[in-house]
């Protein structure tokens, strides 16, 4: 059973921001790993609808960042934002590797 970690006062779905109802169906989601859109509605006080539109952005959002990361560097005053494959990622850690390995194996 899903508790009301958000009450509402009223039986009128209240109105959040996007991102104000992601965090409100994560979560309830934490708590517990299965709900329904019903259930996850009753407990966010949220409208079905916007549950359905939350899982949906989730679901798309997760996918896109399957195979991809996004990173945040900070240039100065501004920050840059990168989008790379996860295999760079990974061949880079190697590469890092490698050097201090040579490295090493030259001392």
Same mark, same amino acid.
């Given at each position: !059973?899903?508790?009301?970690?958000?009450?509402?006062?009223?039986?009128? #779905?209240?109105?959040?921001?996007? #991102?104000?109802? $992601?965090?409100?169906?994560?979560?309830?989601?934490?708590?517990?790993?299965?709900?329904?859109?019903?259930?996850?509605? +009753?407990?966010?006080?949220?409208?079905?609808?916007?549950?359905?539109?939350? $899982?949906?952005?989730? !679901?798309?959002?997760?996918?896109?960042?399957?195979?991809?990361?996004?990173?945040?560097?900070?240039?100065?005053?501004?920050? $840059?934002?990168?989008?790379?494959?996860?295999?760079?990622?990974?061949?880079?850690?190697?590469?890092?590797?490698? +050097? +201090?390995?040579?490295?090493? +194996?030259?001392?």
């Amino acid at each position: !059973m899903i508790t009301m970690p958000f009450p509402n006062m009223s039986d009128e #779905p209240i109105r959040v921001s996007l #991102p104000e109802a $992601i965090q409100r169906v994560l979560s309830v989601l934490r708590e517990t790993s299965t709900a329904s859109i019903a259930s996850l509605s +009753r407990a966010t006080g949220l409208d079905r609808r916007t549950v359905t539109k939350v $899982i949906d952005v989730i !679901m798309e959002v997760q996918s896109n960042l399957q195979n991809l990361e996004l990173a945040k560097l900070k240039d100065g005053k501004r920050y $840059i934002i990168r989008l790379q494959e996860r295999t760079e990622q990974a061949r880079a850690l190697f590469d890092s590797v490698r +050097r +201090r390995l040579g490295r090493t +194996r030259k001392e």
